[in-house]
C-alpha cells in the first residue's frame, strides 16, 4: 500500500506524482490537530479535505521567488460541492500582533497555498476563510491592553484593514479561537468568507 492510498481519491494522482511523502499532514477524514509551540487547537473537517503545516513551508519548500517570506501556520481546504474547495488559514500564537504583521501572514500563506494547489487539476479554490488562535481571548490580540478593567470579556472576532492586495475586501473578518479547544469547520458562517483576488499581478514575485 502506498502513503497516499488512504487519501481521497481526487488527490491521489498528484500526490503520486509530484508531492513527497511529507510534506501534506497525515490524512485524517474527520479532523486535524494544528500546532505551533505550545498553542494548538482540534479542527474538525469533512472528509473531503488536506492540511499543510507551516514546517511543510520550511527552508525547502521556502518558495524563494515570494516578496513575502512570512507565513500562516497550517492551511486547510475543504470542498464545499463538487470540485470547489474554501481555504482555512490558521495563525497560532501566544503573543499579540501588528495588524500588518498578521494580515502579511495570512497573505503568505495563501500565496504558498495557491502555488501548492495550482498542481491539482480538479481543485478550484473558492474562499477563504482566516483563523487567529491564542492562549487568552479575554483581551484584544492587537492592541497590549484588555478590552475592560474588571470583566473578562469573550472577544471571538476580530476586523482588520486589509493592507495587501491578495484579498478584495477592504477589511479582513477573523475568527479568534482559543488554544487547546476545538472548533468545527464544517458549517462555516459565510460573514467569514473572504475573496481571493482575481487580478493579482507581478507585485508578490521578485523579478
Not at 20 to 25: G, Y
Amino acid at each position: 500500500m502506498s502513503w497516499y492510498d488512504a487519501y481521497p481519491d481526487i488527490f491521489k494522482e498528484t500526490l503520486s506524482s509530484i508531492f513527497s511523502k511529507d510534506f501534506f499532514s497525515i490524512y485524517n477524514p474527520s479532523q486535524y490537530i494544528i500546532y505551533n509551540s505550545s498553542v494548538s487547537i482540534n479542527i474538525e473537517v469533512l472528509e473531503s479535505s488536506l492540511c499543510i503545516q507551516n514546517t511543510k513551508f520550511g527552508k525547502d519548500n521556502a518558495f524563494p521567488y515570494l516578496k513575502n517570506k512570512r507565513c500562516a501556520d497550517a492551511i486547510i481546504i475543504q470542498k464545499v460541492k463538487d470540485n470547489i474547495y474554501n481555504m482555512h488559514i490558521f495563525e497560532l500564537t501566544k503573543k499579540r500582533k501588528k495588524e500588518k504583521e498578521l494580515c502579511e501572514q495570512f497573505e503568505g500563506a495563501c500565496l504558498r497555498a495557491l502555488a501548492v494547489f495550482s498542481y491539482f487539476k480538479n481543485i478550484k479554490l473558492n474562499k477563504v476563510l482566516l483563523y487567529f488562535v491564542r492562549k487568552e481571548t479575554n483581551t484584544n490580540p492587537i492592541f497590549f491592553k484588555t478590552m475592560t478593567s474588571n470583566t473578562k470579556v469573550l472577544i471571538d472576532e476580530l476586523e482588520i484593514e486589509n493592507n495587501n492586495y491578495m484579498f478584495e475586501q477592504n477589511k479582513l473578518k477573523i475568527k479568534l479561537l482559543k488554544s487547546n479547544d476545538g472548533y468545527d469547520i464544517r458549517n462555516i458562517n459565510s460573514k467569514y468568507e473572504i475573496n481571493i483576488n482575481k487580478n493579482i499581478t507581478h507585485y508578490n514575485i521578485i523579478s
